[in-house]
Nanobody, 114 residues
Framework: VQLQASGGGLVQAGGSLRLSCAAS????????MRWYRQAPGKQREFVAS???????NYADSVQGRFTISRGNVRNTVYLQMNSLTSEDTAVYYC?????????WGKGTLVTVSS
C-alpha cells in the first residue's frame, strides 16, 4: 500500500487548509486511515482517524476544528483543518493499517503564521 499526502502550505492563523491522502488501493481495505503530525522538536502525534465504517476519532487538540473524511473517490481521505493556530505547524503524515502492517506516506508540511 502506498500513501501520498498533499495539500500542505503556508496559511495565516485562523485560516483553513485541506489535506488529501491518496492511497494506491481502496481505503475500505485499509482500516483505519489516520492522520498524524510531527512538529519541530516534538514526537509524532495522532491527529485523527476514520474507520472503514465511517467512525471518526480526534485528538483533543483538534476536536471541533479538524474533520477527517473519505472522498467520493474510493482511495482518498481528507483532513479539513479550520481555525488553524501556530500550534498546528507540523509535517502531516497519512497512515493506514492493514493485515497487521502500518503504512506511512511521505508527509506534507503545514506552516501557520501568527
Amino acid at each position: 500500500v502506498q500513501l501520498q499526502a498533499s495539500g500542505g502550505g503556508l496559511v495565516q492563523a485562523g485560516g483553513s487548509l485541506r489535506l488529501s491522502c491518496a492511497a494506491s488501493e481502496s481505503i475500505f481495505t485499509i482500516n483505519p486511515m489516520r492522520w498524524y503530525r510531527q512538529a519541530p522538536g516534538k514526537q509524532r502525534e495522532f491527529v485523527a482517524s476514520v474507520s472503514s465504517g465511517g467512525r471518526t476519532n480526534y485528538a483533543d487538540s483538534v476536536q471541533g476544528r479538524f474533520t477527517i473524511s473519505r472522498g467520493n473517490v474510493r482511495n482518498t481521505v481528507y483532513l479539513q483543518m479550520n481555525s488553524l493556530t501556530s500550534e498546528d505547524t507540523a509535517v502531516y503524515y497519512c497512515n493506514g493499517f492493514r493485515d497487521g502492517t502500518n503504512y506511512w506516506g511521505k508527509g506534507t508540511l503545514v506552516t501557520v503564521s501568527s
